[in-house]
């Protein structure tokens, strides 16, 4: 069960779909930029940002489980795409896995281009798990 603390900031307009502070005891979790590549190391969604977006998320998750994690414990997510009119398939599939009541801090950047030029997003998480 998640410690998390989501305390708002006095002074500081509250986040639409994110948190500006989140807290909480435990072991320090940090998950690497996770891209639309399945298991083979094959792009999955080519020109598909919410097919992108829902592998990448696939991946997250993964990446937490392996950590004894799941994104309950996420609190904070920094988001990289190549045009930010792929947020709204990010965070349609953002929303399918967190706790849109409490979800974790986060950051959208607009980048010039990722590794691949196939790639949309990136997306690279931080959680806390409660030992």
């Known amino acids: 069960m998640s410690q998390l603390s989501y305390p708002q900031p006095d002074g500081v307009a509250p986040g639409n779909g994110y948190s500006h502070v989140v807290t909480g005891p435990g072991r320090w979790v940090a998950i690497s930029g996770q891209v639309a590549l399945d298991a083979d190391g094959e792009v999955v969604g080519v020109g598909d940002p919410a097919a992108q977006a829902r592998q990448v998320f ?62 949309l997003l990136e997306v690279e998480a931080y959680a806390v798990v409660n030992d």
Not at 79 to 103: G, K, Q, S
């Open 58 to 119: 696939a991946n997250l998750k993964a990446c937490l489980e392996a950590a004894g994690a799941t994104f309950a414990d996420v609190v904070k997510l920094n988001f990289y795409v190549t045009d930010l009119a792929v947020l709204p398939a990010v965070r349609v599939a953002r929303d399918e896995h967190v706790d849109t009541a409490r979800p974790p801090a986060s950051t959208a950047v607009q980048v010039v281009a990722l590794f691949r030029p196939e790639i």
